[in-house]
């Protein structure tokens, strides 16, 4: 059986070693606790939590999701029940689980990625940390910070100086360089980079004559972004030395084998789940598949071989 194991926060106080390199989306998986009803969530590398925010939300006005060819558009706005909540009720029962839980937090301003990381320091249950800084369905924070280097790289320091965690930060598509935020965040100490979230798009109802979410825009994620991902995966890996985590219409371990190539060290499923429960065992089934048919021992070995061969200074 080939070795599936990979880590994603190296050299860091605390680690993040997986035992696969298959983890759900943000915001697709809810808080693991339906799914584990289901199936054995210890099978997965890591859980990620939806996104979580220092007071509750009720999230955006209805209708949130609007169907499209090859993809989906959402406009959820983070309804979640607050990071006290998330500590008392939900990191109980995952400190229960054999699998690590990333809690994804989003915040309104740079202080408060601080100050949400400091809450979430050494919480029994708690693995580590996903910055949201591009969530494009809030008025404030998410892209807002997301789209300024200088924003995300304080947010970035103000979460790693305020816990142990692996910091991971969530990075938007919605720029002109993808790669000049990546850098930004892993000069101020990101354990990883997660490339990408959803790509800002709009659907009309030509019968209704107007958006169909009620915010006009949303977040375009499934298949159709698969192309975008890759791509700022790739640019992404050649520039940064921390592991990258590749999200973005990844739903088969063939998917997953591409993004590893392109430089990934991990994925995230996330929209596949909608449609079939099981996509995240199917990933990860299918990517074993395919190491043992084509031979691989180690996953690892596959990460970043279609980069570019790195150029030796002194030669043509």
């Not at 584990?36 to 099978?43: D, G, L, S, T």
């Not at 060819?69 to 309804?79: D, E, R, V, Y």
């Not at 050494?122 to 404030?140: A, M």
Request: charge should be negative; glycine fraction near 10%.
């Amino acid at each position: 059986m080939p070795n599936l194991t990979v880590d994603i926060a190296p050299g860091r106080k605390n680690s993040l070693v997986l035992k696969n390199p298959v983890m759900p989306a943000s915001g697709t998986f809810s808080w693991g606790i339906e799914f584990a009803r289901h199936f054995e969530i210890e099978a997965l590398g890591a859980v990620v939590s939806k996104g979580v925010t220092m007071a509750p939300r009720g999230g955006n006005q209805q209708p949130r999701v609007a169907e499209t060819p090859a993809g989906m558009l959402n406009s959820i706005g983070l309804q979640n029940i607050g990071i006290e909540a998330c500590i008392s009720e939900m990191a109980p029962l995952w400190a229960r689980w054999d699998v690590p839980v990333l809690v994804n937090i989003a915040a309104d301003t740079v202080e408060e990625f601080g100050e949400m990381a400091r809450m979430l320091d050494g919480v029994p249950g708690i693995s580590g940390l996903e910055l949201n800084i591009s969530c494009p369905n809030v008025d404030q924070g998410g892209i807002e910070i997301g789209q300024d280097v200088g924003a995300s790289a304080r947010a970035t320091r103000a979460a790693v100086r305020n816990t142990d965690l692996p910091v991971i930060v969530k990075i938007t598509p919605n720029v002109t360089d993808p790669v000049a935020l990546a850098l930004a965040c892993e000069s101020e100490g990101a354990a990883a980079i997660c490339a990408i979230n959803t790509v800002l798009g709009l659907a009309i109802d030509s019968r209704r004559r107007k958006a169909i979410l009620p915010r006009a825009r949303g977040g375009l994620s499934g298949p159709a972004i698969k192309p975008i991902a890759l791509r700022i995966v790739y640019d992404i890996a050649k520039a940064v030395r921390v592991p990258v985590i590749g999200c973005g219409g990844i739903s088969s371990g063939e998917d997953a084998v591409e993004f590893l190539m392109a430089g990934a060290t991990a994925v995230q499923v996330g929209t596949a789940t909608f449609a079939n429960p099981r996509a995240l065992l199917d990933t990860i089934e299918g990517l074993e598949a395919w190491l043992r048919a084509n031979g691989v021992a180690d996953v690892n070995e596959i990460v970043g071989c279609a980069l570019p061969a790195p150029t030796v200074a002194g030669t043509a």
